[in-house]
């Protein structure tokens, strides 16, 4: 398999499981057969785009330290494509509260698109805006390379990556330039939907066609080297495109799965590859001069303590998938394809897009969990 199924429709896929989870419950009672079928807007929400977070003290700790601030006023560009009353709103509420803590008290500003949020946030209209991780990564070079192809292969990496950087002296890769990433929350691994299980082997790629998104610098890389055909889509009509056949590959989380109704283009010959190659996130980036200088160790603080919960969200999702539609993929198949994608990350990194401290970093966990992999002897290391 190929990052491409990750990378270009795949990018995009996420959802900040807490504000979720609530509402899913919430909803589902009322419909459980229909409703989230009803609401593509709340799907592409969810669905949207692999996770660092700086561990601090206890919330009392928090709470105690900050309780003697003065509070001041500031504006939060809000993305949620549902609107005021949708789950992105939903758990924002829910920070505001805990901003307060922190001597902040934010407003929000609701915006059904993430691209016009973030012009907002560029134009000084708003000092915080919560963005998948590919449209975050303009402001941090560093949380903009956790989503590098095949560098974070699974869930175990990932929690192993967010304890080695829980110390408060990572805090300044959450800093470049005038902003700050103030929160980053794992939104599920993504996974290559094939609409033909043989499409699992590299060599069964070329010519076939794949969703692709306009901000995803790696999927040109990518496509030269397999000889998938990119089919541009969007937010809203890859996961369309998929279930009707119309290309032949895209990603997507697990969450996707029952929501989207994606067994449509699943069957009769689809699968799932399940060996997940990229970690979507969701991040908050704040524009640090104008809220208090301990807001953004704060805020990580904050939403670290839902990782557990997050991660357990995000199991659940796979493991209630029909184990049908899940495709193995051998040990010799995944050694040809990791060096193929280690190979493509440090062409990205030459290239400027993947911070290579980042790199080295998930190179060392990587290592450190499976010393057998070739890259953990080979000379040009990440």
Known sequence: MTNQQLFSAGYFFGYFSKCFTGYFRTNSRRNPTGYFRQSWLLATLLISSAALLISFPSSAAIESRAQDQPIQ??????????????????????????????????EFKHYASDRLALEDFQSGHCDLVNLPGIRARSFNHFTGTLNAIGAIPDYQHLKLILNTLSSPKAAKFMQQDEYEIAAIVPTGALFGFVIDKELSHPDKLSGK??????????????????????????????????????????????????????????????????????????????????????????????????????????????????????????????????????????????????????????????????????????????
């Open 209 to 382: 066609k794949i969703t692709v998104l306009d901000n995803t610098p790696e999927t040109k890389y990518l496509i030269e080297q397999t000889g998938l055909i990119p089919v541009p889509s969007t937010i809203n009509n890859a996961i369309q495109k998929f279930n009707n056949h119309l290309v032949d590959i895209t990603g997507a989380p697990a969450v996707a799965f029952e929501l989207l109704e994606m067994h449509r283009g699943l069957e009769p010959d689809g699968g799932i590859i399940n060996w997940p190659l990229h970690q979507s996130t969701m991040q908050l980036v704040i524009r640090k001069s104008k809220l208090p200088e301990s807001f953004g160790q704060l805020s990580r603080s904050y939403v670290q303590q839902q990782l557990e919960h997050s991660f357990e969200l995000l199991n659940t999702f796979e493991q209630n998938i029909p184990a049908k539609y899940w495709i193995a993929v051998n040990s010799d198949i995944k050694e040809k394809w990791s060096e193929k994608h280690r190979a493509s990350r440090l062409h990205l990194r030459n290239q400027g897009i993947y911070h290579p401290t980042a790199l080295t970093l998930f190179r060392k966990v990587r290592c450190k969990l499976t010393p057998s992999l070739t890259e953990c002897s080979a000379n040009n290391k990440e």
């Open 73 to 106: 006023s500031t504006n939060m560009c809000l993305y949620d494509l549902i609107g005021q009353n949708g789950p992105m709103t939903s758990v924002m509420k829910d920070y505001q509260t805990q901003a307060l803590n922190w001597g902040v008290h934010i």
